[in-house]
Every structure is written in C-alpha cells, then in structure tokens.
C-alpha cells in the first residue's frame, strides 16, 4: 500500500481532463492570443496611418490638383466684332464728310434739294449748333470713339468700365439721334439724308451693343474648376 508524503495533496484523476477543456469549447479550439494580436495591431496600424493619425482616403484627390482655370474673356463671335466695327467706320467716314463741309463752304453735300429733303437747309439751321458747336463736330468725336472701343481687339478687353461707358455711350448717342430728328421734322422742317445715314447706324449699332452688353460679352468668365 502506497504512502501519502506528508504535506503533499492528492490531485483528482480527472484534473487533466479540466486543464485539457479549459482550451476547448465543445471539442472546438479558441483562438489564441497569439494570433489574434498580430491582426488587431495591423488593423489599428492601418486605420490610423501608424502614428494615431487617420490617413486620408485613396480616392480624394490632393488639393494641389484641384486646378484653377484663369478667368478668360467672353469674346462676341467674329460678325459681331466685325459688324460693329464696320458700322462704326461707316459713321465715322459720314461725319468726317459732314465736319468737312460745315468748315468748307467750296464743298457741296451730295444731297438733293427739294421741299422734304434738303441737305444744306439742316446743315446750316441754327439746330446744327448744340452748345455752341456744330453737331457734325460732336459726331466726328463720337465715331472716333465707337470705331477704337468696337475693334475686335477692343472686344477682347474685360475692363468692366470699358463695357459700361460703351453701353451707356450708345443710349446718349441714341438720346441725341431723338433729338435731331425731331428737330429735322418739326422746326427745320427738312431731311438731310447724310444725317439720316448717321442716325440709321447709330440705331443699328445701339441694338447691337445693348444686346451684347447683355449677352455679357467683353467680360471675364467667372473661374471654374479643373
């Protein structure tokens, strides 16, 4: 018969069996420290950039390539530029004609003369003086003008104030063009057809200018985003 040592303790049969269930669960083995650490530090590695930081998604692009288009002219097409500019040179030739033979009594206006129009009746009526001076003298200036600020290249330029004083150059040329008329039927009581060819390419280029002033052409585009 076996003797117990004393102080030592007798250790139950079946205490290999617990040590050996505490690993298992139903005969199936529990993951392990050791192989689910290395899976959540790559996790935590990899949502946070390693360094506690959140790293920034794949799919947003950097901010250096998010490119600014440069504002840009809204440039008229080409038969409005050269439209304008025609019609401008054509008046401007109209009132040099007429500023020469206001100051040059040897130069006859080309112009019929009978009881409804008579070209030299207009021309020297006391209403062929505003201010002072001769309205064919304020014509040259005006054309002067509209034949530097309606080139093509001018309609390119996206100075605001150059498209403003433009516009409003033409509504106080159209304003003046009212005047005259009224002044030709009611107290002069003739036409002159060289002034009515001044007052015709005014209306057409007033047209033309208030519509492009409101199509927004001679101003810059607003940027955009590449």
């Not at 206001?102 to 409804?116: D, E, G, I, Q, R």
């Not at 001076?133 to 200036?141: E, H, N, T």
């Not at 080139?151 to 403003?164: D, F, H, K, V």
């Not at 009611?186 to 005014?202: K, Q, R």
């Amino acid at each position: 018969m076996a003797t117990r040592k004393p102080g030592s303790t007798a250790r139950p049969a079946s205490g290999g069996t617990k040590s050996r269930d505490k690993g298992t669960r139903g005969g199936r083995p529990e993951a392990s420290a050791a192989t689910t650490g290395p899976r959540q530090g790559n996790r935590s590695a990899g949502g946070r950039g390693g360094n506690g930081r959140s790293a920034p998604a794949r799919t947003a692009a950097p901010v250096k390539a998010a490119a600014v288009a440069e504002a840009q002219p809204t440039a008229p097409p080409l038969w409005f530029q050269l439209t304008t500019w025609i019609l401008s040179l054509a008046g401007l030739g109209a009132s040099i004609y007429l500023t020469i033979a206001h100051y040059n009594t040897a130069v006859t206006l080309a112009c019929p003369a009978s009881s409804t129009i008579n070209c030299e009746k207009v021309t020297t009526s006391p209403e062929s003086m505003v201010f002072g001076i001769p309205v064919a003298v304020l014509g040259l200036a005006f054309y002067v003008f509209l034949a530097v600020v309606n080139a093509p290249s001018a309609w390119r330029i996206t100075w605001p104030p150059l498209r403003w004083v433009r516009a409003g150059s033409m509504v106080v040329g159209m304003v003046f063009v009212l005047y005259l008329i009224y002044a030709e039927l009611f107290s002069i009581g003739a036409i002159c057809l060289w002034c009515t060819s001044v007052h015709v390419i005014t209306f057409a280029l007033f047209v033309l200018i208030v519509f492009g002033t409101a199509a927004g052409y001679g101003a810059a585009k607003a940027p955009t985003r590449a």
